[in-house]
T-cell receptor, first 115, second 116 residues
């Protein structure tokens, strides 16, 4: 069974600083995808970044990068140059090839950016 | 439409009543998903449709929950004999046909259900 663990219920970061949000996962499958979503207070989940299990390079999307360490089964999200609008809940999720239609989510990390 | 639309945005009902939640996916997305998000937790998978058929309904908690997508577009999540424990935000998402690759889910804003 798939499992996602996010050990940081809440994180604070100063505006313009970088922050790392932790995510570890568990799966017995060799082919899987890892995702990060942002959920602002409005409630709508927004896709941020994707990493495939066979991708050799760490994924990057603008200020977001994913620090993928396959042997450790970790997929940490790095946000550079934090902005006040980054304050939100962040969810790590995965999907594997045995059940491509089902995503498993962690319980999230609340990020607060301080001015 | 431009995004995933969910109605109602808020629903308050009494224990034992029947509830329907509607989801209108992005045009052209063949896959549709329902998730349930309880306070302080991540979304929990309920069911996903590929076209009109339920490809995986393993997340439905019991037989009080049922979902349909008769024409392969709009979906309705139906909850019978609601219980207080059903109170949560019900999220709908849609995508192109899911694969193990970068198949991104586009979510709606959710329907907040409160059972008194």
């Amino acid at each position: 069974a798939q499992k996602i663990t996010q050990t940081q219920p809440g994180m604070f970061v100063q505006e313009k600083e970088a922050v790392t949000l932790d995510c570890t996962y568990d799966t017995s499958d060799q082919s899987y995808g890892l995702f990060w979503y942002k959920q602002p207070s409005s409630g709508e989940m927004i896709f941020l970044i994707y990493q495939g299990s066979y991708d050799e390079q760490n994924a990057t999307e603008g200020r977001y990068s994913l620090n993928f360490q396959k042997a450790r089964k970790s997929a940490n999200l790095v946000i550079s140059a934090s902005q006040l609008g980054d304050s939100a809940m962040y969810f790590c999720a995965m999907r594997d090839s045995t059940n491509a239609g089902k995503s498993t989510f962690g319980d999230g990390t609340t990020l607060t950016v301080k001015p | 439409g431009a995004g995933v639309s969910q109605t109602p945005s808020n629903k308050v009902t009494e224990k034992g009543k029947y509830v329907e939640l509607r989801c209108d996916p992005i045009s052209g997305h063949t896959a549709l998903y329902w998730y349930r998000q309880s306070l302080g937790q991540g979304p929990e998978f309920l069911i996903y449709f590929q076209g009109t058929g339920a490809a995986d309904d393993s997340g439905l908690p019991n037989d009080r929950f049922f979902a349909v997508r008769p024409e392969g577009s709009v979906s309705t999540l139906k909850i019978q004999r609601t219980e207080r424990g059903d109170s949560a935000v019900y999220l709908c998402a849609s995508s192109f046909k899911p694969t193990a690759g970068a198949n991104v889910l586009t979510f709606g804003a959710g329907s907040r259900l409160t059972v008194l």
